[in-house]
């Protein structure tokens, strides 16, 4: 437990040891989860932490009250780090009332599979618990359709759950943050996997917080900021520049024989006649970081690949797993490529193209084996088509 103002406690909990959060995020340091109590009139808990450390959290409130006190969770984020231990919080005091949006309501419903006093924190509404006051601010999409931003106006302090957050357990989470260099990477990091898929929600998150002139930002992990705010909002800023540029396509293809790398060229040429920017990219010859920045930094895909055993290669399909369906979707997209008898290539990548909802051109560009001069010139028509379609969106 620690005391960061007047009534307010952390009562979160260190994970040091976690090397890998939500199955894909690499933490380095482990994290924290971060849980808030303030003692008004009545007393407030602000998030719960992850199920594996509720008794450690528990504890932590019990050095300040007994749990049968608090009168009110806030939920401003209900993934399971922040929701998991709410069960048993409820179990010792079931007359606990849970403010939280209608979407995360609804979320807690289907988490806890039980009944629980539930009150919607609408926008912008008030509560009143007595010598402070509790300001609901929606903000959806950070990260998740149910997440608020709750306010408490007489601290200056904001709960904004997993934004502004960050994977990092140092030695105190109250903004001592000794290894600056490490803290950066894990922001950069944590951004990046978080949010990067919605800068849009991020930029109105910011002007949300910007407008409160916080004093305290009770992040849901790593450290609580006080002096580093406009340093960890400018970053974000920075970071959620948009980045698409338009007229830009990036052909990413294999091949064996070099029937689907001429396809590609040709497509490609075709495309720079329109007057579009294109990068091609022999998968296996690209570095991840390229590759990523030319998924990222596009308008508009070509994916090419040979039939292999009645399907595309690998290289492809795991291009295709870096496709973003939240902020890639509805770029245009073309499938191409070569094979022999069957063919199937091109109708399973673009099934899956249509998935991540990609704009995929009707017409999959196949051709048996070796492409011939006519087919190459039919291609050069088609990448230039295809061009000229993008740049008059
Ligand atoms: C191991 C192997 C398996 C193949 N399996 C299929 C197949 O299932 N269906 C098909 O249409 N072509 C198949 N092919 C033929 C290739 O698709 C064809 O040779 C194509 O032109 C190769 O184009 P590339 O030079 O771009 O790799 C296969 C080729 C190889 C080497
Ligand atoms: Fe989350
Ligand atoms: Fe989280």
Same mark, same amino acid.
């Given at each position: =437990?620690?005391?960061? $103002?007047?009534? &307010?406690?952390?009562?979160?909990?260190?994970?040091?040891?976690?090397?890998?959060?939500?199955?894909?995020? !690499?933490?380095?340091?482990?994290?924290?989860?971060?849980?808030?109590?303030?003692?008004?009139?009545?007393?407030?808990?602000?998030?719960?932490?992850?199920?594996?450390?509720?008794?450690?959290?528990?504890?932590?409130?019990? #050095?300040?009250?007994? %749990? #049968?006190?608090?009168?009110?969770?806030?939920?401003?984020?209900?993934? !399971?780090?922040?929701?998991?231990?709410?069960?048993?919080?409820?179990?010792?005091?079931?007359?606990?009332?849970?403010?939280?949006? %209608?979407?995360?309501?609804?979320?807690?419903?289907?988490?806890?599979?039980?009944?629980?006093?539930?009150?919607? $924190?609408?926008?912008?509404?008030?509560?009143?618990?007595?010598?402070?006051?509790?300001?609901?601010?929606?903000?959806?999409?950070?990260?998740?359709?149910?997440?608020?931003? /709750?306010?408490?106006? *007489?601290?200056?302090?904001?709960?904004?759950?997993?934004?502004?957050?960050?994977?990092?357990?140092?030695?105190?989470?109250? *903004?001592?943050?000794?290894? /600056?260099?490490?803290?950066?990477?894990?922001?950069? @990091?944590?951004?990046?996997?978080?949010?990067?898929?919605? !800068?849009?929600?991020?930029?109105?998150?910011?002007?949300?917080?910007?407008?409160?002139?916080?004093?305290?930002?009770?992040?849901?992990?790593?450290?609580?900021?006080? @002096?580093?705010?406009?340093?960890?909002?400018?970053?974000?800023?920075?970071?959620?520049?948009?980045?698409?540029?338009?007229?830009?396509?990036?052909?990413?293809?294999?091949?064996?024989?070099?029937?689907?790398?001429?396809?590609?060229?040709?497509?490609?040429?075709?495309?720079?006649?329109?007057?579009?920017?294109?990068?091609?990219?022999?998968?296996?010859?690209?570095?991840?970081?390229?590759?990523? *920045?030319?998924?990222?930094?596009?308008?508009?895909? =070509?994916?090419?690949?040979?039939?292999?055993?009645?399907?595309?290669?690998?290289?492809?399909?795991?291009?295709?797993?870096?496709?973003?369906?939240? %902020?890639?979707?509805?770029?245009?997209?073309?499938?191409?490529?070569?094979?022999?008898?069957?063919?199937?290539?091109?109708?399973?990548?673009?099934?899956?193209?249509?998935? &991540?909802?990609?704009?995929?051109?009707? #017409?999959?560009?196949?051709?048996?084996?070796?492409?011939?001069? #006519?087919? &190459?010139?039919? &291609?050069?028509?088609?990448?230039?088509?295809? %061009?000229?379609?993008?740049?008059?969106?």
């Amino acid at each position: =437990m620690i005391k960061l $103002a007047n009534d &307010l406690y952390y009562v979160g909990v260190k994970d040091p040891d976690l090397k890998t959060f939500d199955v894909i995020v !690499p933490t380095e340091t482990g994290t924290t989860y971060n849980a808030y109590l303030l003692r008004g009139e009545k007393t407030v808990l602000f998030e719960t932490v992850h199920d594996d450390f509720a008794d450690e959290l528990l504890e932590n409130i019990r #050095e300040i009250c007994p %749990a #049968e006190d608090i009168d009110i969770i806030v939920c401003d984020h209900t993934e !399971p780090d922040h929701s998991g231990a709410l069960h048993k919080i409820l179990d010792i005091n079931p007359d606990v009332t849970v403010y939280g949006s %209608a979407a995360a309501l609804k979320n807690l419903s289907n988490i806890l599979n039980r009944d629980f006093n539930k009150c919607v $924190a609408k926008n912008n509404s008030e509560l009143d618990i007595g010598g402070y006051t509790l300001k609901f601010i929606w903000a959806p999409n950070l990260h998740w359709p149910d997440s608020i931003f /709750t306010f408490c106006k *007489e601290l200056g302090a904001v709960f904004t759950c997993d934004f502004l957050g960050c994977h990092y357990c140092g030695e105190t989470v109250d *903004e001592d943050i000794s290894d /600056t260099a490490g803290y950066d990477t894990e922001l950069a @990091r944590y951004y990046k996997y978080i949010f990067g898929v919605f !800068p849009a929600a991020v930029k109105n998150g910011l002007s949300l917080i910007r407008s409160l002139s916080p004093a305290l930002v009770c992040t849901s992990h790593g450290p609580v900021l006080r @002096r580093d705010i406009e340093k960890v909002c400018g970053c974000y800023d920075k970071w959620s520049e948009p980045v698409v540029q338009s007229g830009k396509i990036s052909v990413f293809y294999v091949s064996c024989y070099g029937y689907t790398a001429a396809m590609a060229q040709a497509l490609a040429e075709g495309a720079r006649s329109a007057g579009c920017e294109v990068g091609v990219y022999e998968i296996t010859a690209a570095s991840d970081a390229e590759i990523d *920045e030319a998924l990222r930094t596009s308008a508009a895909y =070509m994916f090419g690949s040979p039939t292999l055993n009645r399907d595309a290669l690998p290289p492809v399909w795991s291009v295709l797993g870096s496709v973003s369906a939240v %902020a890639d979707r509805n770029k245009p997209a073309l499938i191409f490529g070569s094979y022999g008898w069957s063919g199937e290539a091109c109708a399973n990548l673009a099934a899956r193209a249509q998935g &991540l909802g990609l704009k995929v051109d009707e #017409e999959l560009c196949r051709v048996c084996f070796k492409p011939s001069e #006519e087919d &190459l010139e039919k &291609l050069r028509s088609k990448g230039s088509a295809f %061009a000229a379609a993008l740049l008059s969106q």
